[in-house]
């Protein structure tokens, strides 16, 4: 569990800097460039990641149940999911709705990633990294609407032709994740087959 806290701690740290830290990752970018500050940051995300992914595995061969999901959360998990994958690609299609109502899908989309997966698993070791990155997409989430509303930028423009390649390719994703077996080959778990997404 310990290597979970560590990863979760590396991680989610580093990637709080822009929003939570602004000064120290200016800091940082000043004293080392940034190009090295980019190198630095990167080298921390893959450490964390790594460490999270070891210690959530090591965490869950020794599972500390903390209560037992009924069994319509796991529908509750795959609708919430599709969302999450409309939200993440709408990141990267420039000029759709959603981006520009959201201004900030990839958050949105990694905070309801967490809810979902929270809602159909009661282990401790869930609840840490699914916690975990529910409380870090609230703050940063809040910390950007704070600086939205401090700017005075324009709204983009939006085309419904994105919006209309945001739903589908989301869509895909998702069918391919829960309908297929992409989550299965990068997970090791079915979601369908069992009583509780992971």
């Keep these: 569990m310990l290597i979970l806290l560590i990863g979760l701690t590396v991680f989610l740290g580093i990637h709080s800097l822009q929003s939570l830290a602004p000064q ?3 800091s940082a970018i000043d004293r080392w460039g940034a190009l090295g500050f980019k190198g630095i940051y990167s080298a921390f995300s893959l ?3 790594v460490l999270l992914v070891q210690g959530y595995a ?5 599972p500390v149940v903390l209560w037992a999901p009924p069994k319509g959360m796991t529908h509750a998990t795959l609708a919430l999911m599709w969302l999450a994958m409309v939200l993440l690609v709408a990141t990267y299609v420039p000029g759709n709705h959603i981006q520009a109502r ?3 899908p990839m958050t949105l989309s990694v905070k309801v990633w967490a809810l979902a997966h929270l809602l159909s698993n009661g282990q401790l070791a869930d609840v840490l990294l699914f916690g975990g990155f529910l409380v870090w ?3 940063v989430f809040r910390a950007a609407r704070q ?3 401090a700017s005075l930028s324009a709204p983009p423009r939006v085309h419904t ?3 209309v390649l945001v739903l589908a390719v989301g869509t895909g994703v998702w069918l391919a994740f829960w309908a297929g077996d992409l989550h299965l080959w990068l997970i090791g778990v079915s979601p369908i087959a069992l009583p509780a997404a992971v």
Excluded: K, Y
């Design 161 to 163: 032709w994105a919006t």
């Design 58 to 62: 090591q965490a869950r061969l020794e």
């Design 47 to 49: 450490l964390g990641f």
């Design 137 to 139: 997409s609230v703050l």
């Design 102 to 104: 959201m201004r900030h």
């Design 24 to 26: 120290v990752r200016q």
């Design 147 to 149: 600086r939205d509303r």
